[in-house]
């Protein structure tokens, strides 16, 4: 029973932190998001274009919201892009 409340109290501190982070907006550049994504910065540059990616643009720098990438992907698994 007491390995239960643990189970549950960690996973109510998980659940606080991932809330937490969501409120946290993270801004990357270009050269950042692709580094910790793994990806090459050319595809993201593409990725950018998508209608729906978490970017904001000031004039013509393009900074990605990192606070909702995973949100993005996770809207997108599965899906083919042809960059």
């Not at 189970?7 to 998980?14: C, G, K, R």
């Not at 950042?32 to 990725?47: D, E």
């Amino acid at each position: 029973m007491i390995e239960y409340k643990e189970d549950i109290n960690l996973l109510e501190e998980i659940k606080t932190i991932i809330e937490k982070s969501k409120k946290d907006v993270h801004l990357a550049t270009i050269d950042v998001a692709a580094k910790k994504l793994g990806i090459g910065t050319r595809n993201l540059r593409k990725l950018t274009f998508e209608k729906d990616f978490p970017i904001i643009k000031i004039g013509v720098k393009k900074l990605i919201i990192m606070s909702q990438i995973n949100d993005w992907l996770e809207k997108h698994r599965g899906e083919e892009f042809n960059l």
